[in-house]
C-alpha cells in the first residue's frame, strides 16, 4: 500500500464529510433516479466530482468508477481501479440528515488493495489494509467474537426479506434477527464491528459493495456472490459478506430452498 495515496484519502475524505455536514444548513436540489426512493442530490455529484479531480490531480493513471458516472465507463481491470459511493444513503441523508456514508475501495488488477467506509455524522473512518487489518479513526478496531449463526444477528434490507430472494427467509429464520439502515456503508459497519454475523444484499453496483469488499478482505470476513461465486468490481452482483463461523451454513441456506421455520417475531 502506498502510504502516501493512503494519507491523501484520509484528508479527501474529511473534506468531503464536512462539506456533507455543511449542506444540511442549506437547501438541496434533490432530483428523482428511477422513482422517489432513489434519488440524487447536487451534493452526490459534487463529492464525485470533488473525489475524480483530485485523483485525476495526483493519480492520473489510475481509473475510476463513480455511481454518478462523471469519469466514464471502465471495461476492464487492468492497473489501479478507485470504485466510489460519493453519498451511500442518499435518501437517508436526504430525510433524516443522518445514516449515511462515504464509500472508496481501492483494487488493483481486479484485487482488493484497501477500502473505507466513512459514517459521516458520527465522524467515524473506517479502513482496511490487505495483509494489514483493519482501523478505525486510525487505531486496529477490534470486533466483537461473532459465535454460530443461530446465535447472530444479520444485516439485509427489508424487500429481499418479504420477497424472499435466494431462500432469505430461511436464513432470517435460522437466526436471532435482522437489521437494515437504509445504507450498505452502515450495515457493513456492523459486521465489521462484530454487531452482525453477515451482510446479505441482491443487485447491488460495484459502488455498494467494493469499499466493503475491500475491507472485509484486510479484516478475514469472506466476500462472496449469494451462491459462493466470486465478486467482481465490473458487475452487478448479490453480495454476502460474512464471517467464517456463518459463512458456509450461510451460504447452504440461500442455495437449498427448505421449509421455512418460525421467524421470531421480534426480529
Given amino acids: 500500500m502506498d502510504y502516501q495515496l493512503h494519507h491523501h484519502i484520509l484528508v479527501w475524505m474529511e473534506e468531503a464529510a464536512e462539506a456533507l455536514r455543511e449542506s444540511h444548513s442549506r437547501k438541496l436540489q434533490v432530483d428523482e433516479k428511477k422513482d422517489a426512493s432513489d434519488l440524487v442530490t447536487e451534493m452526490d455529484k459534487a ?33 489501479m481501479i478507485w470504485v466510489i459511493d460519493p453519498i451511500d444513503g442518499t435518501l437517508n441523508f436526504v430525510k433524516q440528515k443522518n445514516n449515511f456514508g462515504i464509500m472508496i475501495g481501492l483494487f488493483y488488477n481486479g484485487k482488493p488493495v484497501a477500502g473505507y467506509i466513512y459514517d459521516v455524522m458520527q465522524h467515524d473512518l473506517y479502513y482496511g489494509i490487505v495483509g494489514e487489518g483493519m482501523y478505525l479513526n486510525n487505531k486496529p478496531l477490534k470486533p466483537l467474537p461473532v459465535g454460530p449463526l ?11 426479506f418479504s420477497r424472499n430472494q435466494n431462500n432469505c427467509q430461511s436464513l432470517l429464520a435460522t437466526v436471532l434477527g435482522a437489521r437494515a439502515h437504509g445504507s450498505a456503508a452502515l450495515e457493513v459497519i456492523q459486521v465489521l464491528r462484530g454487531e452482525a454475523s453477515l451482510y446479505l444484499s441482491f443487485g447491488l453496483h460495484p459502488w455498494d459493495f467494493a469499499a466493503g469488499y475491500a475491507i472485509c478482505e484486510a479484516g478475514g470476513i469472506i466476500c462472496t456472490q449469494a451462491d459462493g461465486s466470486p465478486l467482481s468490481i465490473l458487475e452487478k452482483s448479490p453480495v454476502l459478506f460474512a464471517h467464517p463461523s456463518v459463512y458456509k451454513e450461510a451460504v447452504k441456506i440461500l442455495n437449498n430452498p427448505t421449509e421455512i421455520g418460525e421467524i421470531n417475531e421480534y426480529a
Fill in 47 to 79: 463529492t464525485e466530482k470533488f473525489f475524480t479531480e483530485k485523483i485525476r490531480q495526483f493519480y492520473p493513471e489510475h481509473r475510476i468508477i463513480g455511481e454518478e458516472g462523471i469519469s466514464g465507463p471502465v471495461n476492464d481491470t487492468n492497473g
Fill in 150 to 160: 443461530n446465535d447472530s444477528l444479520i444485516m439485509g434490507n427489508v424487500g429481499m
